[in-house]
């Protein structure tokens, strides 16, 4: 246990479908990331925020919707999605955003049909 | 771009071997991680080496930085089945203002 949960573990939705991913640490982190780890490719980063604030958005498409609603939770709203945004979501946290050691959650699987 | 690159992508060996995976990297750097991923799941810390150090020990774990080569190498000593997993580097990217990660060498661990 990292102290970072992950709901739900797996989703399976269709493209025209809206869903939430929910993230949790209990840490006391002040950063929180989402990234997106797809078959054959490097974990990509998607969002961070530090003290719930958004502090880089790293080109992602809008139908990805990220929310953090206080520093412990972090939520990305998911909406008419591709196939090809299949993948597994991994939430982290951090003490302070950079260079400090990252806490992983078990991730989602997601399977967009 | 990547910041942190592994090699090999793939590496298989004998219970009781040793694994040695490499990492490269490009710009200047405060400290570098390793981290490890168990198939399907989150990635786990390891072992964080900053840049005034050239090797760092934790149990059977040993990893080494050389910053003029711009490289590290993570150590695995006397292997088990269950260190069969991922492995990826880390390292801070300025501009993203986040930890970027290689692509990881797989590591299988035959019993």
Same mark, same amino acid.
């Given at each position: ?113 | 771009?990547?910041? #942190? ?14 694994? &040695?995976?490499?990492? *490269?990297? !490009? &710009? *200047? ?12 799941? #989150? ?12 090797? !760092?020990? *934790?149990?059977?774990?040993?990893? &080494? %930085?050389?910053?003029? !080569? !711009?490289?590290?190498? %993570? ?27 290689? *692509?990881?060498?797989? %590591?299988?661990?035959?019993?």
């Amino acid at each position: 246990e990292t102290g970072v949960t992950q709901t739900p573990r797996h989703l399976v939705m269709g493209m025209t479908n809206k869903k939430s991913l929910k993230c949790e640490q209990h840490l006391g982190h002040n950063a929180m990331y989402w990234y997106k780890q797809s078959a054959k490719k490097p974990l990509e980063l998607m969002f961070v925020y530090s003290l719930e604030e958004r502090v880089e958005n790293n080109s992602v498409p809008s139908r990805f919707s990220p929310e953090c609603p206080n520093s412990s939770h972090l939520f990305l709203h998911l909406h008419t999605l591709q196939p090809e945004d299949s993948a597994l979501y991994l939430c982290a946290s951090s003490r302070e955003s950079g260079q400090e050691t990252q806490y992983f959650g078990p991730g989602t699987r997601l399977l967009v049909l | 771009s990547q910041q #942190g690159e592994e090699d090999p992508q793939a590496l298989s060996i004998q219970e009781g071997e040793n694994a &040695t995976m490499n990492c *490269s990297y !490009k &710009t *200047s750097i405060n400290n570098l991680q390793w981290y490890r991923q168990n198939s399907g799941r #989150g990635l786990v810390h390891l072992i964080l080496i900053r840049s005034n150090e050239r090797e !760092k020990h *934790s149990g059977r774990l040993r990893v &080494t %930085l050389d910053t003029s !080569k !711009k490289s590290s190498s %993570l150590l695995i000593t006397a292997s088990r089945a269950a260190d069969t997993a991922s492995y990826f580097c880390a390292t801070y990217d300025t501009g993203r203002r986040a930890l970027t990660f290689g *692509s990881g060498t797989r %590591l299988q661990v035959q019993p």
